[in-house]
């Protein structure tokens, strides 16, 4: 009997301490006045020209034709391990001449607030079908590494689902009920901070962006179960002795 009860008390123990720990750490609405992103909501700049990243009515307008500025904000501190997801809209207004061609300009990733190292990059591409375009993503610093299966309309607004495994190095991106993950893992990063680029693209769009909200999920490490479930036998073990 002591030993069932030993075995039921480890198993209930891996399937509550198993189990993922998410929480949400950053959501942003963008409900300040127009005009500079930077300065609101704990957004500060991490390059380029400042004051060229603005919000207009309530949501950031990413213009690929208005010079270069990357801004950030921090969601946690110093994060070695876990998995890191931002979910947000955007929609992309036609730039007039449409988007073709292999040209790309990523406009969103995670960093880290005192480096440079920018990871799941996401990219606006050309449309991969009869659309008006589609979206990419590279894990690390290289260009587009994969593309989603299925195209977006101009104006339409798409909710977007990015993510970063930082014990796997592995990024991945959702839209339109199509998933990639980049070509090859990264790993060994610290990430804490969400960031928006504004710089020159090849098509010249303007990306709206709007309601993001960040978890992190945080995974128990198997050497801490293992403890804890020793710790439980042994103690019915103890007490089956006396």
Known sequence: M????????????????GQANAAVVLTDDFSYP?????????????????GTLLVSGGAVAISQDSGSQDAE???????????????FDISVADPGSGISGTGSQYFAHFSDDSAFNFRARTYVVAPVSTGDYSLGISTGSGGVENLLSVDFAFDEVVPVTL???LDTGVASLMAGGSSIVGAAPDLGET???FNLRQSNSSFDETIVFDNLVIDVTVIPEP????????????LACRRRER
Do not use: C, E, K, Y
Not at 3 to 15: D, P, Y
Not at 223 to 234: C, D, K, Q, T
């Open 163 to 165: 993510g970063f495994n």
């Open 2 to 17: 002591i030993r069932r009860l030993a075995f039921a008390g480890v198993a209930a123990i891996i399937s509550v301490m």
């Open 191 to 193: 990430l804490d901070t």
């Open 34 to 50: 127009d005009g500079a992103l930077v300065g609101n909501g704990g957004w500060t700049d991490q390059g380029g020209t400042p």
């Open 73 to 87: 904000v921090v969601f946690a501190s110093d994060l070695t391990s876990g998995i890191i997801t931002a979910t």
């Open 223 to 234: 050497s801490s179960l293992a403890i804890l479930a020793l710790g439980v036998s042994g």
